[in-house]
Nanobody, 116 residues
Framework: QVQLVESGGGLVQPGGSLRLSCAASGFTFRVYYMSWSRQAPGKGLEWISDIRSDRTTYYADSVKGRFTISRDNAKNLVYLEMKSLKPEDTAVYYC??????????WGQGTRVTISS
Protein backbone atom coordinates (compact mmCIF):
# COMPACT_ATOMS: atom_id res chain seq x y z
CA GLN A 1 0.00 0.00 0.00
CA VAL A 2 1.41 3.36 -1.04
CA GLN A 3 1.74 5.92 1.71
CA LEU A 4 3.18 9.38 2.08
CA VAL A 5 3.04 10.66 5.63
CA GLU A 6 4.07 14.21 6.43
CA SER A 7 5.11 15.32 9.90
CA GLY A 8 6.85 18.17 11.65
CA GLY A 9 4.29 20.93 11.32
CA GLY A 10 3.31 23.20 14.17
CA LEU A 11 3.12 26.73 15.48
CA VAL A 12 6.25 28.84 15.12
CA GLN A 13 6.98 32.52 15.64
CA PRO A 14 8.01 34.66 12.68
CA GLY A 15 11.70 34.25 11.99
CA GLY A 16 11.70 30.73 13.35
CA SER A 17 12.50 27.40 11.74
CA LEU A 18 10.84 24.06 11.17
CA ARG A 19 11.80 20.84 9.48
CA LEU A 20 9.08 18.87 7.77
CA SER A 21 9.47 15.19 6.97
CA CYS A 22 7.65 12.98 4.53
CA ALA A 23 7.91 9.23 4.99
CA ALA A 24 7.26 7.17 1.89
CA SER A 25 6.34 3.51 1.56
CA GLY A 26 4.85 1.12 -0.94
CA PHE A 27 6.72 2.28 -4.04
CA THR A 28 10.28 2.54 -5.34
CA PHE A 29 11.10 5.82 -3.66
CA ARG A 30 14.56 6.36 -5.11
CA VAL A 31 13.33 6.63 -8.72
CA TYR A 32 10.60 9.13 -7.99
CA TYR A 33 11.07 12.80 -7.78
CA MET A 34 9.52 14.29 -4.71
CA SER A 35 7.74 17.56 -4.37
CA TRP A 36 6.48 19.85 -1.63
CA SER A 37 3.43 22.04 -2.13
CA ARG A 38 1.34 24.09 0.22
CA GLN A 39 -2.11 25.50 0.52
CA ALA A 40 -2.62 28.64 2.52
CA PRO A 41 -6.01 29.37 4.07
CA GLY A 42 -8.45 30.43 1.38
CA LYS A 43 -5.92 29.99 -1.42
CA GLY A 44 -5.04 27.43 -4.04
CA LEU A 45 -2.27 24.88 -4.02
CA GLU A 46 1.19 26.38 -4.48
CA TRP A 47 4.19 24.34 -5.60
CA ILE A 48 7.26 25.21 -3.58
CA SER A 49 10.04 22.70 -4.18
CA ASP A 50 11.16 19.55 -6.03
CA ILE A 51 14.00 17.16 -5.59
CA ARG A 52 14.75 14.80 -8.43
CA SER A 53 16.10 11.28 -8.14
CA ASP A 54 19.59 12.65 -8.86
CA ARG A 55 19.06 15.17 -6.03
CA THR A 56 18.72 18.15 -8.35
CA THR A 57 16.56 20.68 -6.54
CA TYR A 58 14.16 23.41 -7.60
CA TYR A 59 12.45 26.11 -5.57
CA ALA A 60 9.68 28.62 -5.99
CA ASP A 61 10.84 32.20 -5.76
CA SER A 62 8.72 32.66 -2.64
CA VAL A 63 10.88 30.23 -0.66
CA LYS A 64 14.25 30.33 -2.43
CA GLY A 65 17.07 30.97 -0.01
CA ARG A 66 14.92 30.13 3.02
CA PHE A 67 13.79 26.54 2.38
CA THR A 68 15.95 23.51 1.63
CA ILE A 69 14.66 20.22 0.27
CA SER A 70 16.60 17.00 0.73
CA ARG A 71 16.04 13.27 0.55
CA ASP A 72 17.35 10.13 2.18
CA ASN A 73 16.84 7.25 -0.22
CA ALA A 74 18.03 4.71 2.34
CA LYS A 75 15.23 5.72 4.70
CA ASN A 76 12.61 6.69 2.10
CA LEU A 77 12.36 10.17 3.55
CA VAL A 78 12.15 13.62 2.04
CA TYR A 79 12.67 16.72 4.14
CA LEU A 80 11.84 20.39 3.90
CA GLU A 81 14.00 22.57 6.11
CA MET A 82 12.32 25.94 6.55
CA LYS A 83 14.07 28.99 7.98
CA SER A 84 13.24 32.67 8.40
CA LEU A 85 9.58 31.77 8.44
CA LYS A 86 7.02 34.44 7.69
CA PRO A 87 3.31 34.67 8.47
CA GLU A 88 2.64 34.16 4.77
CA ASP A 89 4.24 30.71 5.03
CA THR A 90 1.22 29.61 7.06
CA ALA A 91 -0.34 26.73 5.14
CA VAL A 92 -0.93 23.02 5.01
CA TYR A 93 2.18 21.46 3.49
CA TYR A 94 1.90 18.41 1.27
CA CYS A 95 4.48 16.10 -0.20
CA UNK A 96 3.89 14.25 -3.44
CA UNK A 97 5.71 11.67 -5.53
CA UNK A 98 6.05 12.04 -9.26
CA UNK A 99 6.91 9.12 -11.54
CA UNK A 100 6.11 10.91 -14.78
CA UNK A 101 4.47 14.14 -15.82
CA UNK A 102 2.09 14.33 -12.90
CA UNK A 103 1.89 13.43 -9.22
CA UNK A 104 1.23 9.77 -8.58
CA UNK A 105 0.85 9.96 -4.82
CA TRP A 106 0.01 12.59 -2.21
CA GLY A 107 0.31 12.78 1.53
CA GLN A 108 -2.39 14.01 3.87
CA GLY A 109 -0.55 17.21 4.76
CA THR A 110 0.91 18.80 7.85
CA ARG A 111 -0.18 22.20 9.12
CA VAL A 112 2.31 25.00 9.63
CA THR A 113 1.26 28.17 11.41
CA ILE A 114 3.54 31.18 11.66
CA SER A 115 2.29 33.59 14.26
CA SER A 116 3.47 35.57 17.26
Amino acid sequence: QVQLVESGGGLVQPGGSLRLSCAASGFTFRVYYMSWSRQAPGKGLEWISDIRSDRTTYYADSVKGRFTISRDNAKNLVYLEMKSLKPEDTAVYYCSAWGGTGPDFWGQGTRVTISS
